[in-house]
């Protein structure tokens, strides 16, 4: 067994705990731990306290996000992130991390079973791109407390399929209730049959799992990617 390496977590809710839990199958020991009371503004973003951490995962909010992420690129901090809401800042947090020297892991959605079904999502819509008569749709259903809609894992679901070919109108819709963890569909249908891929989360834990399997991949790398390229090249 490898030595254990030093993790933080930045953004310590329900994903920061199941993280916590589950890193020590991952040779992790978690370090330290920010959240509302000691981030504040950033607060507990220091070099000193950042002086022996290996890497850190971030699960924070679509407002706080963008600086966590540049602060860390500062203190030359490896990072996972699997916030969402914020991808419009994405090309500045990749020019800061490339800046830096470190690395980063982004995602919007960190199920290696969701890794699978965009690279499905994407075959399907190639395979029918040039099928005139089969029309597309997205639907997506979260928890009532998640804060953007379509969820980001919709619009990569989209974007997937737009690059493999697909132009014509894709329905999209989202629907937010309950505790549910998440389920995304894509559909094709005519007037001969229906086409319907569907992945669904039962926990929190696959994020979790991904979240951490990518802060192990990303130790020692510079650059930024997905979960796409850590699972799959």
């Not at 329900?14 to 000691?38: C, S, T």
């Not at 990749?94 to 499905?120: H, Y």
Request: aromatic fraction near 8%; avoid cysteine.
């Amino acid at each position: 067994m490898s030595q254990n390496q030093k993790l933080a977590i930045v953004g310590y809710g329900k994903m920061g705990h199941l993280i916590e839990q589950l890193a020590p199958e991952y040779n992790f020991d978690v370090v330290l731990r920010l959240h509302d009371l000691n981030n504040a503004k950033g607060a507990g973003m220091t070099p000193e306290a950042f002086e022996h951490v290996d890497v850190a995962i971030e699960f924070s909010t679509p407002e706080t996000a963008t600086q966590n992420l540049k602060r860390l690129a500062e203190l030359k901090t490896p990072v996972v992130t699997g916030t969402t809401g914020w991808f419009d800042h994405l090309p500045e947090v990749k020019r800061m991390v490339e800046d830096s020297g470190t690395g980063l892991v982004w995602s919007p959605n960190f199920s290696i079973g969701v890794a699978v079904f965009n690279k499905l999502a994407a075959l399907a819509a190639q395979l029918l791109r040039d099928e005139a008569e089969y029309g597309a749709w997205a639907w997506e259903i979260h928890h009532d407390a998640k804060k953007d809609a379509p969820s980001g894992t919709l619009i990569h679901l989209i974007q997937a399929m737009r690059d493999a070919g697909y132009k014509r109108n894709i329905d999209t819709s989202s629907s937010r209730a309950g505790k549910h963890p998440g389920t995304h569909e894509i559909g094709f249908d005519s007037a001969a049959d229906t086409i319907t891929l569907r992945h669904t989360a039962r926990s929190r834990e696959g994020f979790a799992r991904g979240a951490l399997k990518s802060a192990r991949w990303i130790l020692g790398r510079k650059g930024v990617f997905t979960l796409e390229e850590v699972l799959f090249g």
